[in-house]
């Protein structure tokens, strides 16, 4: 599919990978929706990118939060052509710590933004999607780009709410393609592994180093438009579906950080 002309909706979209994804888009001649929780940064980086963006704040987990955006999406634009799921939330705790077990509500609030909140968006774009004129001659009717972590497989010491919700969304990748296919519509994951992004732009070189250390090569945290590239990649190569790319320069994470 090509992204000229093709709306995608942007879930963490004011910043990070999902606004690099976001200016990648526009470049290309594409529309975006970027849908987050902070209508400042919204503002700012639809402001940025111009008439080919509009924004609308919202809970991924919340059904009417994104219905009204992707309404609003569809209006603006005209259809709804690619999803990339990249709003998330950590929460580093041990299962049992100090203080006696994790709180219940800490894993389940981690789990409901990175997992159901993954799912509620895009089974809500795909209703759209399914409906939307073959942009191929395989019928291609849409593209759906889910963002795990390497912590889906190896995730670290205090990581289990985090892992265990993105290492859901690298195993329900195949069977929603598998159900999403007769639609003509693909669904991928990329599973990144440590980025330049707001949080580590701005953590000391302590915390930043250890990390470079155990990459293997390049010897660099990776760049926010190296994430924008390869979901442009996943959305023009249509044979592209129902797997998880890790996109970590080699990375493997050590049990404890």
Same mark, same amino acid.
């Given at each position: 599919m090509e992204i000229r002309n093709k709306t995608a909706f942007i879930t963490g979209g004011a910043s990070g990978?999902?606004?690099? =994804?976001?200016?990648?888009?526009?470049?290309? %001649?594409?529309?975006?929706?970027?849908?987050d929780l902070n209508a400042d940064a919204l503002q700012t980086a639809a402001d940025e990118l111009g008439e080919a963006a509009i924004w609308h704040v919202g809970d991924v987990a919340d059904e009417v939060d994104v219905k009204s955006a992707i309404t609003s999406t569809v209006e603006t634009f005209g259809a709804l052509h690619i999803n990339v799921n990249s709003a998330g939330i950590g929460g580093a705790a041990r299962t049992v710590g100090k203080n006696g077990p994790m709180p219940l509500e800490k894993f389940e609030h981690i789990v409901r933004v990175n997992l159901v909140g993954t799912f509620n968006v895009l089974r809500l774009c795909a209703e759209v999607m399914q409906i939307n004129k073959p942009a191929s001659e395989d019928g291609e009717r849409g593209v759906i780009?889910? $963002? /795990?972590? $390497?912590?889906?497989?190896? %995730?670290? =010491?205090?990581?289990?709410?985090?892992?265990?919700?993105? %290492?859901?969304? @690298? !195993?329900?990748t195949l069977p929603i393609a598998r159900d999403l296919g007769?639609?003509?519509?693909? $669904?991928?994951?990329? /599973?990144?592994? @440590?980025?330049? =992004?707001?949080?580590?732009?701005?953590?000391?070189?302590? @915390?930043?180093?250890?990390?470079? #250390?155990?990459?293997?090569?390049?010897?660099?945290?990776?760049?926010?438009?190296?994430?924008?590239?390869?979901? #442009?990649?996943? @959305?023009?190569?249509?044979?592209?579906?129902?797997? =998880?790319?890790?996109?970590? !320069?080699?990375i493997r994470m050590p049990a404890i950080g």
């Open positions: 990978l999902g606004f690099a =994804t976001a200016k990648n888009f526009v470049a290309a %001649g594409g529309n975006v929706m970027l849908y780009i889910n $963002v /795990a972590s $390497v912590a889906a497989f190896d %995730g670290q =010491t205090g990581q289990a709410g985090y892992a265990a919700s993105k %290492g859901g969304i @690298v !195993a329900m007769k639609r003509g519509v693909r $669904v991928m994951t990329i /599973a990144p592994g @440590v980025f330049e =992004t707001p949080l580590l732009a701005r953590a000391p070189d302590e @915390v930043r180093d250890p990390l470079i #250390a155990i990459t293997q090569f390049p010897k660099r945290l990776g760049h926010p438009d190296e994430f924008a590239s390869q979901v #442009a990649h996943i @959305v023009n190569c249509s044979y592209l579906n129902g797997e =998880t790319i890790r996109l970590d !320069a080699g």
